[in-house]
């Protein structure tokens, strides 16, 4: 079975610092990857998603992740850190192509003046 | 993309009651889906619900605790039935308009069982 392991259940940066949000996951198969990110009392938003073709992905918000199948690795990262990136950012894979996502435990993301 | 709309956005309920949560999509979608969010926990899917068949719940979740309908390509409801407080959490109804594409969430329903 597919799984998904988002190292870090929080992380704090300083505004305009390097936001690096880590995820592994585990699959048989070729994978499905997204990154969502839920603010405060809401739903999620996707922020990026990879499926084929290119192994970096460029999402909303400058957000950016590179797929890493050597690796086994999906790490979102974000060159400078706004005040508004708080929230909670979820890592997901699809479980064998009828689009159930396994999510991660996922990453709450702080940031600071 | 596709909008959803949930409602309630939230309840109170008492125990022992059931709370049906509406889902509604903005065009036609096939692949329906309900997650639950427990309070500081990740998000995990109760059961998918397609039109035209009966809902296929994951391990752990059964039809009598949250039955599911799915009248249309743009609705669906689920109940939670007979609550306790162990199900105070986020429903989150959730769609997929093609084959391993990304999913498009609602808004969620904040549930709170006293």
């Known amino acids: 079975a597919q799984s998904v392991t988002q190292l870090g259940s929080h992380v704090s940066v300083s505004e305009g610092a390097l936001v690096l949000l880590r995820c592994n996951y585990s699959?048989?198969?070729?994978?499905?990857l997204f990154w969502y990110v839920q603010y405060p009392n809401q739903g999620l938003q996707l922020l990026l998603k990879y499926t084929t073709g290119a192994t970096l992905v460029k999402g909303i918000n400058g957000f950016e992740a590179e797929f890493k199948k050597s690796e086994t690795s999906f790490h979102l990262t974000k060159p400078s850190a706004h005040m508004s990136d708080a929230a909670e950012y979820f890592c997901?894979?699809?479980?064998?192509?009828?689009?159930?996502?396994?999510f991660g435990a996922g990453t709450r993301l702080a940031v600071h003046p | 993309s596709a909008v959803i709309s949930q409602k309630p956005s939230r309840d109170i309920c008492q125990r022992g009651t059931s709370l049906t949560i509406q889902c509604q999509v903005d065009?036609?979608?096939?692949?329906m889906f309900w997650y639950r969010q427990q309070p500081g926990q990740s998000l995990t899917l109760i059961a998918t619900?397609?039109?035209?068949?009966?809902?296929?719940?994951e391990s752990g979740f059964v039809i009598d605790k949250f039955p599911i309908s799915r009248p249309n390509l743009t609705f669906s409801t689920l109940t939670v039935s007979n609550m306790s407080p162990e199900d105070s959490s986020i429903y989150l109804c959730?769609?997929?308009?093609?084959?391993?594409?990304?999913?498009?969430f609602g808004q969620g329903t904040r549930l709170t069982v006293v």
């Open positions: 959730s769609v997929a308009l093609q084959m391993n594409t990304e999913a498009f």
């Open positions: 997901a894979v699809t479980e064998g192509g009828y689009n159930k996502l396994i």
């Open positions: 619900a397609n039109q035209g068949s009966e809902a296929t719940y």
């Open positions: 699959s048989s198969v070729p994978p499905y």
């Open positions: 065009s036609q979608v096939t692949m």
